[in-house]
């Protein structure tokens, strides 16, 4: 029987991928700081095999509906030492949250940081 320790960790985290499938927009109309993400690991993605999808709640219909729609991807820097861990089960997301967001207009990709809270198995 072994014993298992879990601590907390946090990170920060940028988001790319955001020009594509209409990402841009769907930050503009929804995004806020503060707000909820869903982290989705994507093992089988054609560009990279570590990719993680962030995920964020939109509305739709006045509010009466609500489904998570793609923000885009944890930046491949900090994905590529995650996936492996979230792969493995030591690591697992307590929280993902919208740290910071800037959508000037005129600039077409957006800048999302996000803040990932991990519960650490050791």
Known sequence: ??????????????????GFEG???????????GMPLQLRREPNNVHDKDAITVYMQCSRLFGLL??????????????????????????????ATVVSF????????PRVSVQIEFAVRT
């Open 23 to 33: 990402r841009a927009d769907r930050i503009r109309r929804h995004c806020r700081e």
């Open 66 to 95: 609500k489904s998570w729609e793609s923000i885009g991807y944890i930046k491949a820097a900090r994905a590529d030492g995650l996936a492996p861990k979230l792969d493995s089960g030591s690591y697992t997301v307590t929280s």
């Open 102 to 109: 800037y959508t000037p207009v005129g600039r077409d990709h």
């Open 1 to 18: 029987m072994t014993n298992t320790t879990i601590k907390t960790k946090g990170v920060r985290a940028i988001v790319t991928g955001i």
